[in-house]
């Protein structure tokens, strides 16, 4: 039976984002599910005050790929009839922690070795698998940097650019614009259930959208000693390729011609690179310029201009992805997520309930 998100909601530093849909309404949806004798699920992407090194919780997923994973528990748990399944994340980002113990947290590596060391390492491991020079990749990172520009300029006309701080480097490959900005309040939800229960509940056609497929791989070690293995990133070409086959949809055409929006994961710029290059939308580093000059690879800007509240990124691309299919402004979504350093890589593909099966 195929799986439909039937709300999807979420709120950005205390407003509402989340198209027609409020959190409100997604509590409603919920309480009508009750009624109607559906069991409901809860799946929670854990916050940055959960100790990254803890044990998970049973229905908890933990890292920047935790959305895509709940939403491959979802579709699991949607196998018994009579079901329906709540995916949930909130972090308060900005207002919830001390600019010290926030920084203290996002130590997952241990103070001696922050995120920005693990990704200028990883990058430079990829630019050498990859023969970029250390000037090329500049390059392409400020390519990307437009490419998101563009996207949450037109999404938000109003919002200040960063400013010239934010240009200045930060370590020997990255700016402050090329790293994700996680300083948001975030809370965001998605509710899934099968086409039966949604005929139920009356939830109109136009407002159901179907997961087609998702997938997430997960490697046995993260961080400095498993760079050798992340920077060939097969993990994420298999993610992607059973994302594909379970969509019977091959997303990378659709994209191409117009028919797709994509979120690719910007917490870093090696991050995006390998997506587009592994996956094979596009040939070699020398075409990454040209392709992010013609193609928006976020829904909204990125992680480094919209914000990337820790492990609920893809949660917030997921909503967003939702509200443009059902206003009828893609027929397709693919989101991707990055777990950790890339150890773990997830992507799900979105359709219009209407979208040929």
């Not at 409100?24 to 959960?50: E, F, K, N, W, Y």
């Not at 050798?228 to 993610?239: D, M, N, P, Q, W």
């Amino acid at each position: 039976m195929s799986a439909y998100i039937i709300a999807a909601a979420k709120t950005t530093d205390g407003q509402p984002a989340g198209g027609s849909h409020t959190l409100s309404d997604c509590q409603t949806v919920q309480a009508r599910l009750s009624a109607a004798g559906i069991s409901i699920h809860h799946l929670t992407i854990d916050p940055l005050s959960t100790d990254w090194h803890s044990p998970l919780e049973p229905g908890h997923f933990r890292s920047g790929a935790a959305p895509v994973e709940a939403l491959t528990e979802a579709l699991s748990l949607l196998q018994t009839p009579g079901t329906a399944v709540v995916i949930s994340g909130t972090d308060p980002l900005r207002t919830g922690y001390e600019k010290t113990d926030r920084t203290a947290r996002m130590a997952i590596y241990g103070t001696d070795y922050t995120l920005i060391d693990a990704y200028t390492d990883l990058s430079k491991a990829f630019a050498h698998q990859h023969s970029f020079s250390e000037t090329q990749f500049r390059q392409c990172a400020q390519a990307l940097f437009d490419n998101y520009l563009h996207t949450f300029a037109e999404r938000h006309p109003d919002a200040p650019q960063p400013g010239a701080a934010w240009f200045k480097p930060v370590s020997e490959l990255f700016r402050g614009v090329d790293c994700a900005n996680p300083v948001q309040d975030f809370s965001g939800q998605l509710i899934l259930c099968h086409a039966d229960t949604a005929d139920t509940l009356a939830i109109p056609q136009a407002q159901r959208v179907a997961v087609r497929g998702a997938s997430c791989i997960t490697l046995p070690a993260d961080g400095k000693p498993a760079i050798a293995e992340i920077v060939r990133y097969g993990h994420l070409h298999s993610t992607f390729q059973q994302a594909c086959q379970q969509a019977s949809i091959d997303f990378r055409d659709a994209f191409v011609h117009g028919h797709a929006i994509l979120d690719v994961y910007t917490c870093f710029p090696v991050v995006p690179m390998a997506f587009l290059l592994t996956t094979g939308f596009v040939s070699s580093p020398d075409a990454l310029p040209h392709f992010l000059a013609e193609y928006p690879v976020t829904v909204s800007g990125g992680m480094n201009l919209a914000k990337g509240p820790w492990n609920n990124p893809a949660l917030s691309s997921l909503i967003d992805s939702y509200r443009v299919i059902t206003e009828g402004r893609s027929q397709i979504a693919g989101v991707h997520g990055n777990g950790g350093l890339g150890y773990k890589q997830g992507f799900a593909i979105l359709t219009h309930a209407d979208y040929p099966a």
